[in-house]
């Protein structure tokens, strides 16, 4: 006797992602997954509760971001956005417009060093032309820094007197502090007075409840959610979202990485729900290029003197994966520039096996949890990507960066190292495993955005300008696959999703065309590509419109 479906979905061109072209015209589900996936005719023979005919609809798995901070995206959405200001005076006067006089914090964010003519960020006394009334925290595009206001840094403690030559911090020429915090500073001095907002498990509560509806509409069905910034108090908690999943309010499985990893119950990578699992214990390597603060072997090309920071000892990088693989936790480590991704490779090779297995799927299968994400890999040295060939790594990239960095790269770290700036199709050529992501808020969290930037390397507004390392250009099947196929292996789900096949979740979204058959010249209308509906389970979390 045929099994009882849920649900048959027939009558769509589903691309299974399995190779390209590929292609089914039904998905049966049950209990959340798929039990068939194939002809109409086999489909319609199920017993069901429902049908839905897909109109000879395009389908894709359901797309996962393997990096985004979920709460700070969420919460972002109420601060006053920046990134269009092109001078530190227009960044002042916006701000002025948004204070309706109140004494609650006037928040900012967006902005990019490189963006302002002035080629800095804005310092304590400029942030006082706002307002000295109340506190003003302004938070940098990459996240990396927050500028203060005098009132902001009395919040919190920072003063002449009692914070002396902190590496977090810079100065005035008379040892004042100027208001710029950067990297491990949120942590030292901002925990408090933030802490007072965000520490409120309610607020956490209702900031992702309103925001977190917002994802499937761009056809995500997982997130990869990053916990807190580096070295900080984390913003999401495994509570909070297993509330929201109580609440029938969660639309979106979610995978919760964080540097507070496996201290509490020690669970292991995987526990949890089909809905809410424990993902990756995360660290920071290094900073940003944005803000000269990634780690690079050789000075920045537009500021000679500065080589970027590193966080960790080799030593120290060592002991953390050896930490994370004993715990039965993967790692994932943050790091942008070439001297961070040098050190994070040599660590690398010294804990986990080396493998000549050529097949990407079966090293890592073969790695089971010893698995290590790299995070963005933004610029890598001659010799790396042959080293992690060998090493059980997952790149956890976003092709967006391609967008937000393209008006300064060249500039920042010169032509020479251009060709190894996020290097996607050397990457796959190698044998490693890429996923996409968008780092939210950093970069919005729109599929399809970063996925012709992958394709086209170029920048979104149009600028007539040469493509950024044009040869790491990618099909657009291999964007796609970022985003489904392999994204499900940076959580060691890949035989639960990523792609459409009996036994995996019923997650798939219907598309208003057929994104693999965009002809070259229309690539840059590949981020037009619009989601019309977004099934999770076999249950629909967002639709455009009755198709």
């Not at 049908?51 to 894709?60: A, F, H, S, V």
């Not at 929201?244 to 995978?255: I, K, M, S």
């Not at 995987?270 to 699992?277: A, P, Y």
């Not at 790091?335 to 050190?343: H, K, L, T, V, Y």
Request: charged share 25%.
């Amino acid at each position: 006797m045929m099994i009882l479906a849920d649900k048959v979905f027939f009558n769509g061109k589903i691309y299974t992602m399995h190779a390209p072209g590929e292609t089914v015209s039904a998905i049966v589900a049950r209990d959340g997954k798929i039990i068939y996936a194939g002809t109409d005719e086999k489909a319609l023979s199920y017993p069901s509760g429902e049908t839905e005919d897909l109109g000879g609809r395009i389908c894709l798995p359901g797309f996962i971001d393997t990096h985004i901070h979920t709460f700070l995206d969420c919460n972002s959405r109420q601060n006053i956005v920046l990134n269009h200001a092109k001078d530190i005076a227009e960044l002042v006067d916006i701000m002025k417009a948004h204070d309706d006089g109140g004494d609650g914090w006037l928040i900012g964010g967006g902005i990019s060093m490189p963006d302002l003519a002035e080629g800095r960020y804005p310092n304590r006394r400029e942030l006082d032309m706002i307002t000295t009334e109340r506190p003003v925290f302004i938070f940098s595009h990459c996240l990396h820094f927050i500028m203060a206001n005098s009132a902001a840094l009395k919040l919190a403690g920072i003063s002449k007197e009692l914070t002396p030559d902190d590496e977090c911090l810079t100065y005035f020429e008379d040892g004042e502090p100027d208001g710029m915090l950067r990297e491990a500073a949120y942590s030292k001095f901002l925990t408090a007075p933030f802490g007072k907002r965000y520490s409120d498990p309610e607020y956490r509560l209702n900031v992702l409840r309103d925001g977190i509806a917002e994802y499937p509409e761009y056809g995500l069905t997982t997130l990869h959610c990053i916990s807190g910034l580096a070295d900080a108090p984390p913003f999401e908690y495994f509570d909070q979202y297993h509330q929201l999943d109580r609440e029938g309010a969660l639309p979106v499985r979610v995978v919760v990485n964080s540097t507070y990893l496996p201290e509490t119950l020690n669970p292991l990578t995987g526990f949890g729900t089909d809905m809410v699992k424990v993902g990756a214990k995360k660290v920071y390597m290094d900073g940003s290029l944005g803000g000269l603060t990634a780690a690079m072997l050789e000075p920045y090309s537009d500021a000679p003197d500065v080589k970027g920071e590193i966080f960790y000892t080799l030593d120290e990088m060592i002991a953390f994966l050896r930490e994370a693989y004993d715990a039965g936790i993967e790692a994932a480590v943050h790091a942008i520039g070439d001297a961070s991704m040098e050190r994070l490779i040599t660590a690398a090779e010294a804990v986990y096996p080396k493998s000549d297995e050529p097949d990407t799927v079966k090293r890592l299968k073969d790695a089971g949890l010893r698995r290590l994400r790299v995070i963005h890999a933004c610029v890598v040295a001659p010799g790396h990507i042959e080293r992690m060939s060998r090493l059980p790594v997952i790149l956890d990239m976003q092709p967006n960066f391609i967008n937000s960095n393209g008006g300064f790269m060249r500039e920042r770290i010169g032509r020479e190292r251009m060709k190894y700036f996020t290097p996607l199709k050397s990457f796959m050529d190698a044998g490693l495993m890429v996923t996409g992501s968008s780092d939210a808020p950093v970069e919005p969290s729109r599929p399809f955005v970063g996925i012709e930037c992958a394709v086209t390397r170029r920048r979104l507004d149009g600028t007539p300008e040469e493509r950024l390392a044009a040869q790491e250009a990618i099909s657009i099947y291999d964007a796609v696959s970022m985003y489904t196929r392999n994204a499900a292996y940076c959580s060691s789900e890949e035989d639960a999703k990523g792609t459409i096949e009996a036994g995996k979740y019923a997650d798939f979204i219907v598309l208003d065309k057929d994104v693999f058959e965009t002809k070259p010249e229309d690539y840059g209308k590949i981020r037009d590509t619009k989601v019309l509906k977004t099934v999770l389970g076999g249950r629909t979390t967002w639709e455009a419109a009755k198709i």
